[in-house]
């Protein structure tokens, strides 16, 4: 199966509206990118992360001269709406809006997109590559002509483009279990911007080169039952000497084999084949996976 061709996929994704004076300094301090000095119009790739640096939810935040939408898109948004309400103090000047309903366009291929409000350039890979925008699709609203003139994937060669781009999903990478760099999320988060929730567990990670595990892709020639069986997700991984290796985290079956993702352990990350019980997986870097920061934690 081939995705080459030019083609759009849609996500479901909710988008959380913070207005006032103090929503980019609020946001900036609830996530893990700089954008309380970023101009009107930008739109910024962040984390969501607990104060020990595990991930939440990954979004974008577009800011404008009276505040911010947070696009969740991928995570629990009434989950992320409910933990911003909880650290809003009278104090602030801002007002948190409902979560609510939105689409993420990608596509792949060349597309003759026009600029425009719903036209989102983050700067980074949301699965379809790091030049690629995206299209935020609100309720009720139709697609630009030049999109939905686009043949639209399939459910299983959407999720074929994900595992070769390496984009994490919940709960299978992006958990209370991984923090951003484990999931090559490193343009995601800034290491100079000060305090933020998460950040003293983060820089640490970076100054100290203290990341253990990698996000990976691998593949199996076989697609038989036992392979399926081998392949599951929570499955631990070996190296050809039996040495833990590793985790799967997401699988697909297709006509030539199987496919996923799997957190690889640090001393693995080397190895061109691990093992899923007897059967020997081909491990790979995914397509849109950025190598943790070393060095560059800010501490001190």
Request: net charge negative; glycine share 12%; proline share 8%.
């Amino acid at each position: 199966m081939s995705t080459a061709s030019p083609a759009r996929w849609s996500t479901p994704i909710s988008c959380i509206r913070l207005e006032g004076a103090d929503a980019r300094r609020f946001l900036h301090g609830q996530s893990s990118q700089a954008i309380e000095l970023a101009p009107s119009g930008a739109c910024l790739p962040t984390c969501l992360i607990s104060p020990t640096g595990r991930m939440r939810a990954l979004a974008l935040v577009r800011l404008d001269d009276t505040g911010a939408d947070l696009l969740v898109l991928d995570g629990d948004g009434a989950a992320v709406h409910q933990a911003l309400d909880r650290v809003l103090f009278p104090a602030d000047r801002v007002k948190l809006g409902a979560f609510e309903p939105a689409t993420l366009v990608r596509w792949i291929g060349d597309a003759a997109s026009e600029p425009g409000p719903q036209l989102l350039n983050p700067g980074v890979d949301l699965g379809a590559g790091a030049e690629q925008p995206a299209w935020l699709q609100q309720p009720g609203e139709a697609l630009p002509a030049w999109l939905e003139a686009l043949p639209e994937l399939s459910a299983e060669a959407t999720e074929q483009q994900r595992l070769r781009q390496g984009f994490p999903a919940a709960p299978s990478e992006l958990n209370d279990t991984t923090n951003p760099f484990e999931l090559g999320l490193a343009p995601w988060v800034s290491l100079n911007k000060g305090c933020y929730v998460g950040q003293e567990t983060l820089a640490k990670l970076a100054t100290y080169d203290g990341v253990k595990q990698q996000l990976r892709h691998w593949r199996c020639s076989d697609a038989g039952s036992a392979a399926v069986s081998a392949c599951a997700p929570g499955t631990s991984l070996t190296t050809e000497a039996g040495e833990r290796a590793g985790v799967i985290t997401s699988a697909l079956a297709g006509p030539d084999g199987l496919e996923g993702l799997a957190l690889v352990r640090r001393g693995a990350l080397e190895e061109p084949q691990l093992l899923a019980g007897e059967m020997p997986l081909e491990i790979s870097v995914p397509a849109g996976f950025m190598a943790p920061p070393v060095g560059a934690g800010g501490l001190g």
